[in-house]
């Protein structure tokens, strides 16, 4: 759609942009803490807490107080047609419905509640329990309503295959091995505990209930030539762990891998007793240390489960406390966002704000080993991870942001040694810099947490229905570490020229990019266009023209820009959905890279004054950041904040 109405009034937004900035700017600086780091809440569905209360039956620790005030949360979070969502207006997903139901029930709601004979009879109708993903029918495995048989069989000794070898962990992406690994002692040894209550009223029975579901378009032609290949591997897995346990050798061995498991999953355990950070590998290990013998009392397992309390956020509600879990907290990402978009506004580089955020980032460096030496054995250590703790999987995104936000801060420069000179950069910054460039893939992109993680082989195993399993590069990411580069004057470099190339050749036909962590087409484009000019690409040459033309021609009538999360699955959506502050300001970001502000920019610039709230952030329910394109999405608080403070700030320069 193009925008009419929204460019042809309201003159220069110029003296808007100059109000909202100050009061963004104002609200930003307000949220920072003590220690000079920021943090937003990091929302998701309603699974982290059906799975929270699932985890403590499991271990039966689950207590009446946390279970009711979860309860509340999630049926706060029930849909008019009974169903829970993915994310904010998305349709029903059977899965996380079916999780939800479940804690409800534990929660204590009975079945013939209205509201729980509505979910139940959506779940019916849309093929019950069957019809539910890999990871639902484990947790009800779990608990003895559905068959271990009749789930995908992942063997433990996977442990030993050697990271040259297909199917290795190492094949997966970080936050998948991490998963794999646990679930792979859990299928092994199959447990069974009990609930206080029976199923039956989400089943749907007799030889013609629906099957899984069908595979994701994207992924059906690529999977098709290799369904009877793992099927037949995975009916093979299945008379192995029936039969094949039964001699001493096989048992043998069977011991020594669950070991070995063991092991891989005590020696990644964070100190705040988390697993990298994120829930799934966080449970998961939990679970599988505990059937190992790890009891309650093992400092593992204590240091596991005390650790998901700062994951925990407790609020009052209108019918009593409500009790909601993060999958994960981003402090790394959040600060070093908030330090761009201050300097962005005009901050100088010595604000104490900037220092304060400067000394924090600065020990958050992490300088030991880490998985991603296996695939760079040669690469010495640098740059942050997103959390608060997780010293084993430093990612590239937040190691390029970081470069970016801390070169230009008075703690990011040093004084020439014992003579006046220019400073020179901190350390830390060009040791960030040596290990993104040596994460640099072979293609010439880069993505999150490894270099050439693409064996796509993974993806088609009859376990993966479910989430990304790899991180082969993105264009966000390229972006991200592109800018990084050519702001440090390495634009020339040869990882910085391969990454212009595999930018350009990435570029969609409609002249946007695909955002991997972010929603989606306009925050590809809004992240690629302003590396690709900092890269020295002419602004005239025809791929950020195309971009241009793009961003232009899906801005909504009021002058925003907003895509709805259902272009993951349709890009005929790209670019379509109603303006979030966040979004307009990725659009933004690229429109100002691009040139001086046309109306179109006017016009965003003219949106983002007109929509901030008296306290200077913007209200944003949408979900516009990724965790799993097309089953997994997060909404960041700080989005709505950090990004439209960069985008005005930018702007008001470019009118000085």
Same mark, same amino acid.
């Given at each position: 759609m ?5 460019r ?8 808007g942009?100059q ?21 937003g809440?990091l929302?998701?569905?309603?699974t ?6 699932l985890?403590?039956q499991f271990?039966?620790?689950r207590t ?14 029930q ?17 996380t419905?079916v ?12 079945p013939?509640a209205?509201h ?5 009879a959506?779940?019916r ?6 019809a539910?993903?890999v990871?639902?029918?484990i947790?009800?495995?779990l608990?003895g ?8 069989? *992942?063997?433990?000794?996977l442990i030993?295959?050697p990271?040259?070898f297909?199917?290795?962990v ?5 936050w ?8 792979t ?12 209550f029976?199923l039956?009223?989400i089943?749907?029975?007799g ?9 994701k378009?994207?992924?059906?032609? #690529?999977?098709t030539?290799?369904q009877?290949?793992?099927g037949g ?5 299945h008379?192995f762990?029936?039969?094949g ?15 070995r498991?063991?092991d ?9 007793g988390?697993?990298?950070?994120i ?7 939990l679970?599988?240390?505990?059937l190992l ?6 400092p ?22 409500v ?6 907290q ?8 908030? *330090?761009?978009a201050l300097?962005d506004?005009?901050l ?7 220092n304060k955020?400067a000394?924090?980032l600065l020990?958050?460096? *992490?300088?030991?080993?880490g998985?991603?030496?296996v695939?760079r054995?040669w690469l ?10 997780n010293?084993?999987?430093p990612?590239?995104? #937040? ?17 020439a040694a014992?003579a ?7 350390p830390?910054?060009?040791r960030?810099?040596r290990?993104?460039?040596g *994460? ?9 947490f490894?270099?050439?993680?693409t064996?796509?082989?993974v ?11 790899? #991180?082969?590069?993105?264009?966000d ?6 800018? $990084?580069?050519a702001?440090?004057g ?11 190339v595999?930018?350009l050749?990435?570029q969609?036909?409609d ?5 991997r962590?972010g ?8 992240a690629?266009?302003?590396?690709l000019?900092?890269a020295?690409?002419?602004?005239s040459?025809p791929?950020?023209?195309?971009a ?10 009021d ?10 699955n349709?890009?005929g ?7 979030t502050a ?12 691009a ?5 179109a920019?006017?016009?965003?610039v003219?949106?983002? $004054?007109?929509?901030?709230?008296p ?5 944003e ?6 965790g799993?394109p097309?089953d997994?999405?997060i ?10 403070v960069?985008a005005?700030g930018?702007y008001?320069?470019?009118q000085?």
């Amino acid at each position: 759609m193009t925008v009419t109405h929204a460019r042809s009034g309201g003159g220069s937004a110029l003296s808007g942009a100059q109000s909202a900035l100050a009061s963004a700017r104002d609200h930003l600086l307000r949220l920072q803490h003590d220690e000079g780091w920021w943090q937003g809440e990091l929302e998701t569905n309603v699974t982290m807490d059906a799975e929270d209360l699932l985890l403590r039956q499991f271990l039966g620790i689950r207590t009446e107080g946390e279970t009711a005030a979860a309860g509340r949360w999630i049926a706060s979070k029930q849909r008019d047609d009974g169903t829970w969502a993915n994310f904010f207006g998305g349709p029903g997903n059977l899965s996380t419905t079916v999780e939800a139901y479940v804690a409800l029930r534990l929660a204590g709601h009975p079945p013939e509640a209205p509201h729980m004979a509505l979910a139940a009879a959506w779940i019916r109708a849309h093929g019950g329990i069957p019809a539910t993903r890999v990871f639902t029918r484990i947790w009800l495995a779990l608990f003895g309503q559905w068959s271990w048989d009749d789930l995908p069989v *992942m063997p433990p000794e996977l442990i030993y295959l050697p990271a040259w070898f297909p199917l290795n962990v190492y094949d997966w992406a970080c936050w998948a091995r991490q998963t794999i690994v646990p679930l792979t002692v859990v299928g092994s040894l199959r447990p069974v505990r009990s609930l206080p209550f029976g199923l039956d009223e989400i089943r749907v029975p007799g030889p013609d209930a629906p099957g899984p579901p069908a595979r994701k378009p994207a992924q059906t032609a #690529d999977r098709t030539g290799w369904q009877s290949v793992f099927g037949g591997l995975d009916r093979g897995l299945h008379v192995f762990e029936r039969y094949g346990q039964r001699t001493r050798p096989v048992r043998a061995v069977r011991r020594a891998a669950l070991r070995r498991c063991a092991d891989w999953i005590i020696a990644r355990q964070e100190q705040d007793g988390c697993w990298g950070g994120i829930q799934p590998p966080w449970v998961y290990s939990l679970i599988a240390l505990h059937l190992l013998g790890y009891g309650l009392s093992h400092p593992v397992i204590r240091r596991g489960l005390a650790g998901l309390d700062r994951f925990t956020i407790t609020e009052d509600g209108p019918d009593g406390p409500v009790r909601r879990l993060e999958a994960c907290q981003s402090p790394v990402w959040d600060t070093v966002l908030a *330090m761009i978009a201050l300097e962005d506004a005009g901050l100088p580089p010595d604000h104490p704000a900037l220092n304060k955020a400067a000394d924090w980032l600065l020990t958050e460096e *992490m300088p030991g080993p880490g998985d991603w030496q296996v695939r760079r054995p040669w690469l010495n250590p640098g740059g942050w991870a997103f959390e608060f703790d997780n010293d084993g999987y430093p990612d590239i995104d #937040d190691t390029a942001e970081a470069v970016l936000a801390l070169r230009r801060t008075a703690r990011g420069n040093q004084p020439a040694a014992g003579a006046s000179g220019p400073p020179t950069r901190h350390p830390a910054i060009g040791r960030g810099l040596r290990w993104i460039t040596g *994460m640099q893939s072979r293609d010439g992109g880069w993505g999150a947490f490894d270099a050439d993680n693409t064996s796509t082989i993974v993806t088609k195993l009859p376990f993966c229905d479910f989430g990304a399993v790899i #991180d082969p590069p993105s264009a966000d990411v390229t972006a991200h570490v592109v800018e $990084a580069l050519a702001a440090e004057g390495l634009a020339g470099s040869r990882a910085a020229r391969r990454g212009v190339v595999w930018l350009l050749r990435a570029q969609e036909k409609d002249g946007s990019w695909f955002g991997r962590w972010g929603a989606n087409y306009v925050y590809g484009t809004g992240a690629v266009v302003p590396a690709l000019i900092a890269a020295g690409v002419p602004a005239s040459k025809p791929a950020i023209r195309r971009a241009v033309a793009w961003l232009e021609s899906c801005q909504n009538p009021d002058g925003g820009w907003g895509e709805d999360l259902r272009s993951y699955n349709d890009p005929g959506l790209a670019g379509q959905g109603p303006s979030t502050a966040s979004q307009t300001a990725w659009a933004l970001l690229a429109l100002l890279a691009a040139g001086p502000p046309g109306p179109a920019a006017e016009a965003g610039v003219r949106w983002l $004054a007109t929509h901030q709230r008296p306290d200077g952030t913007w209200d944003e329910p949408q979900y516009t950041g990724t965790g799993f394109p097309r089953d997994f999405y997060i909404n960041y608080h700080l989005y709505r904040l950090v990004f439209p403070v960069s985008a005005l700030g930018r702007y008001l320069a470019g009118q000085s």
